[in-house]
C-alpha cells in the first residue's frame, strides 16, 4: 500500500492543500477528523481523557471540550504527553483501518494522509513521501492571531508546543511553500496534485522537490 503524508504545522495551510488536493479526485484521510471521531462521548479514549483531566474538559452536551482540554496541555508538556499517549494509539488504530478499507474500494486513487505531527510522533518510514505544508514560525503566530483571535502568548505557545520548522522540513521529501498569498498556496497544491497522479504510485521519488514550481 502507498500513503503519502501530508503534514505541516499549525496555521501552514495544511487544510487548504488537502482540501484542494480532494478536488483533483485524490483520496485525502484526515488525522485530524480521525481524532475528533475516536474521543467522541464513550469511546475509550473519551473516557481515559475524562479520567485524568477531569469534567471540566467536558461541555454540558456531554461532548469533550477541546478549548478547555487545549488550554491545559498547551501550557504543560508533562500533560500534553499523556494527552498524547492517550489519543495517538486511537488514531493510529483507526488510521490504519481506513488505509486497509481504501486499499480494498480505491486501489487506484492517490492516497494522501493528512497528519500534523509527523515529525513529532510519526516514524519517517512509515510513508512512500511526505509532503510538508511551509509557513515559517513568525508567519504561522501572526495568521493565529489574526485569524483565530489568538493572544501572542498563545500562538506561540501552541507553535512552539510543536517541531521547529528545522526539524519538519529535515523530514520533507516534498516542500509546499505556503508562506504567500491564499491564491499561491492553491496554485502549489494544484501542481503537486497534478504531479502526484502523474508519479502514482511507482515513481514518486521523481516528482519536484518544491512547489509552487517555475512551471506555468
Same mark, same amino acid.
Given at each position: 500500500?502507498?500513503?503519502?503524508?501530508?503534514?505541516?504545522?499549525?496555521?501552514?495551510?495544511?487544510?487548504?492543500?488537502?482540501?484542494?488536493?480532494?478536488?483533483?479526485?485524490?483520496?485525502?484521510?484526515?488525522?485530524? %477528523?480521525?481524532?475528533?471521531?475516536?474521543? =467522541?462521548?464513550? /469511546?475509550?479514549? @473519551?473516557?481515559?481523557?475524562?479520567?485524568? @483531566?477531569?469534567?471540566?474538559?467536558?461541555?454540558?452536551?456531554?461532548?469533550?471540550?477541546?478549548?478547555?482540554?487545549?488550554?491545559?496541555? @498547551?501550557?504543560?508538556?508533562?500533560?500534553?504527553?499523556?494527552?498524547?499517549?492517550?489519543?495517538?494509539?486511537?488514531? $493510529? *488504530? *483507526?488510521?490504519? =483501518?481506513? @488505509?486497509?478499507?481504501?486499499?480494498?474500494?480505491?486501489r487506484?486513487?492517490?492516497?494522501?494522509y493528512?497528519?500534523?505531527?509527523?515529525? =513529532?510522533?510519526?516514524?519517517?518510514?512509515?510513508f512512500?513521501?511526505?509532503?510538508?505544508?511551509?509557513?515559517?514560525?513568525?508567519? *504561522?503566530?501572526? $495568521?493565529?492571531i489574526?485569524? *483565530?483571535g489568538?493572544?501572542?502568548a498563545?500562538?506561540?505557545?501552541?507553535?512552539?508546543?510543536?517541531?521547529?520548522?528545522?526539524? $519538519?522540513?529535515?523530514?520533507?521529501?516534498?516542500?509546499?511553500?505556503?508562506?504567500?498569498?491564499?491564491a499561491? /498556496?492553491?496554485?502549489?497544491a494544484? %501542481?503537486?496534485? =497534478?504531479?502526484?497522479?502523474?508519479?502514482?504510485?511507482?515513481?514518486?521519488?521523481?516528482?519536484?522537490?518544491?512547489?509552487?514550481?517555475?512551471?506555468?
Amino acid at each position: 500500500m502507498t500513503i503519502v503524508a501530508l503534514t505541516g504545522g499549525i496555521a501552514a495551510g495544511k487544510s487548504t492543500v488537502s482540501d484542494r488536493l480532494t478536488t483533483h479526485g485524490i483520496l485525502v484521510i484526515d488525522a485530524d %477528523q480521525v481524532a475528533r471521531e475516536v474521543v =467522541e462521548p464513550d /469511546t475509550d479514549a @473519551f473516557v481515559q481523557i475524562v479520567k485524568r @483531566f477531569g469534567d471540566g474538559v467536558v461541555h454540558p452536551d456531554g461532548k469533550l471540550n477541546r478549548e478547555a482540554l487545549g488550554a491545559i496541555v @498547551f501550557s504543560d508538556p508533562a500533560a500534553r504527553q499523556v494527552l498524547n499517549d492517550i489519543v495517538h494509539p486511537a488514531v $493510529r *488504530r *483507526r488510521s490504519s =483501518e481506513l @488505509f486497509d478499507e481504501a486499499n480494498q474500494e480505491h486501489r487506484d486513487r492517490v492516497l494522501v494522509y493528512a497528519v500534523p505531527l509527523v515529525a =513529532e510522533a510519526r516514524g519517517r518510514d512509515e510513508f512512500d513521501l511526505i509532503v510538508v505544508v511551509h509557513a515559517p514560525r513568525q508567519e *504561522r503566530i501572526a $495568521r493565529l492571531i489574526n485569524n *483565530r483571535g489568538m493572544t501572542e502568548a498563545d500562538a506561540t505557545a501552541r507553535v512552539d508546543a510543536q517541531a521547529t520548522d528545522e526539524q $519538519r522540513l529535515a523530514i520533507a521529501d516534498v516542500v509546499v511553500d505556503s508562506s504567500g498569498e491564499a491564491a499561491d /498556496t492553491l496554485v502549489a497544491a494544484d %501542481q503537486l496534485a =497534478e504531479a502526484l497522479i502523474a508519479h502514482w504510485p511507482n515513481d514518486l521519488a521523481s516528482m519536484p522537490t518544491r512547489f509552487p514550481t517555475n512551471e506555468s
